[in-house]
């Protein structure tokens, strides 16, 4: 990864131009924005660009600009055999195509590489681009690789990452992803400690972090104001403070770990196991030269808030913030986090509503046009959270968009371990059925033509099956 990062700077530092292309996720964000401040503290202009999928319209629309450089982040891979003849810089973490350079070799790493187009991803040198190496992650390498001094960019590295969920499966960042967070360390951007995981430990009041845990579900607590809140009174902890209700931050040392203790005890009783109970601490990644009890100051909560301005493609605004804005571009965030969290709730009633189907081997629901093609995935993600579904199936979700029907397909780590890989599911199924899709094992998704839902089923449900049987 470095020998790779190190021609992608070469590349770069090339260019008198660069059109920066990135995805509107947090990890596209963040990715896209380390992509920025490298390229400026070089001198080197650029724009910023952000899409929310690279097809084969964009690719078409890319190349009509005719751009002396380019630098996709957190897209490109899965289109690669299409942008070889663009000349600069993919660092990406998803599949990459199974078709590569005309005449090329998938097995040989020279092929997913041209003179002019140097392509940098986890998974062409056997580093999981799932778990391992975010696109964040893989930027940041480039930037480092520009110069020692972007060091300090390793902090948005790891934000992308966490929104990513790379921390999700063993309660911390692995593999390649543990170097990004110790230049954020030694770089005194980025502070590691051992706490609860739960979402909102900075922002959201005590009783309500318990309230809506879905990873893992709390046992008689989730969806359950009133039990939170019985649950805190009779551990003779006081939710309310001199400044209102207390978050999590504002607990003493000794009241988080008897919360904790009273926590694992629940879910062993419950029988949930000590694989699930040690699921509720680990790692948290804080960045402290952000304010303390603000989105900024917690990776996961930052990430979220960029995932507001993503979802609702106002990715101009999160990179913003990502630069260091904490005036209109922070007040617009915020503003766009909390419409965020409204319409998610909309979505999960939604699938409530129409509920959720199941074929052999897969399930699925279709929010129509009242879910946001942009949102159906977080939909998808919580609804397996929680436990209400199937675990041994991966879900599938449909919603409407302009372009046609848009697919996103969510599983469980087990599955992945038993051999699924959502990401060849969803691009080859897309493929029969006129659309076009990819992105990562347990996390996946697609553009397909409307009234081609069944038959995508029908090819997903068959694949998904013969996976799982391998």
Avoid at 68 to 95: K, M, N, P, Q, Y
Avoid at 103 to 125: A, C, E, K, S
Avoid at 421 to 445: I, Q, S, T
């Amino acid at each position: 990864m470095k020998r790779l990062a190190t021609q992608a700077a070469e590349r770069v530092k090339r260019a008198g131009h660069v059109d920066v292309f990135s995805h509107i996720d947090p990890d596209g964000i963040t990715s896209g924005t380390i992509a920025s401040q490298a390229l400026e503290r070089l001198g080197i202009d650029h724009e910023m660009h952000f899409l929310k999928k690279l097809d084969s319209r964009a690719v078409e629309e890319i190349k009509d600009r005719n751009p002396e450089a380019v630098w996709f982040t957190d897209l490109g891979s899965g289109l690669f055999h299409r942008l070889a003849d663009l000349s600069g810089v993919i660092t990406d973490h998803h599949l990459p195509s199974e078709v590569v350079v005309p005449g090329g070799d998938r097995d040989d790493l020279r092929d997913y590489m041209t003179p002019d187009m140097v392509h940098v991803n986890p998974h062409l040198v056997g580093i999981d681009g799932t778990s391992e190496l975010s696109s964040s992650g893989t930027a940041y390498l480039v930037a480092r690789a520009l110069s020692r001094e972007n060091q300090d960019l390793a902090a948005l590295g790891a934000v992308g990452a966490v929104g990513d969920l790379q921390d999700r499966a063993q309660g911390r960042l692995v593999g390649a992803n543990r170097e990004v967070v110790g230049d954020g360390e030694r770089s005194g951007v980025l502070q590691v400690i051992r706490d609860l995981r739960l979402f909102g430990r900075e922002t959201r009041p005590v009783f309500r972090l318990l309230q809506y845990a879905h990873d893992p579900p709390l046992p008689h607590l989730t969806e359950d104001a009133e039990a939170c809140i019985v649950f805190f009174l009779e551990l003779g902890i006081d939710l309310k403070g001199e400044g209102g209700w207390r978050r999590w931050i504002d607990l003493e040392a000794e009241e988080k770990r008897t919360v904790v203790s009273e926590l694992v005890m629940s879910l062993l009783q419950k029988g949930y196991g000590h694989a699930q109970a040690r699921r509720l601490t680990g790692e948290v990644y804080l960045l402290p030269r952000e304010e303390e009890g603000t989105p900024l100051h917690d990776a996961k909560e930052f990430a979220t808030l960029l995932n507001a301005c993503g979802r609702y493609e106002a990715g101009e605004v999160g990179y913003l913030v990502c630069r260091g804005d904490r005036g209109e571009a922070y007040k617009q965030a915020l503003g766009l986090l909390k419409g965020h969290r409204r319409h998610i709730v909309t979505s999960l009633d939604v699938v409530d509503d129409v509920g959720v189907e199941s074929l052999d081997h897969i399930q699925w629901f279709h929010g129509g046009d009242r879910i946001k093609d942009t949102v159906v995935g977080i939909a998808a993600g919580m609804v397996l959270g929680s436990g209400s579904v199937k675990q041994d199936m991966p879900l599938f979700a449909f919603a409407q968009a302009e372009d046609g029907v848009k697919v996103s397909a969510r599983a469980s780590q087990r599955l992945l371990q038993r051999g699924l890989n959502l990401a060849v599911v969803v691009r080859e199924a897309a493929a029969k059925v006129g659309g076009e899709g990819g992105g990562h094992a347990v996390a996946a998704g697609a553009t397909i033509p409307p009234g081609t839902e069944d038959e995508f089923l029908r090819i997903a449900d068959g694949m998904v099956g013969v996976q799982l049987q391998a």
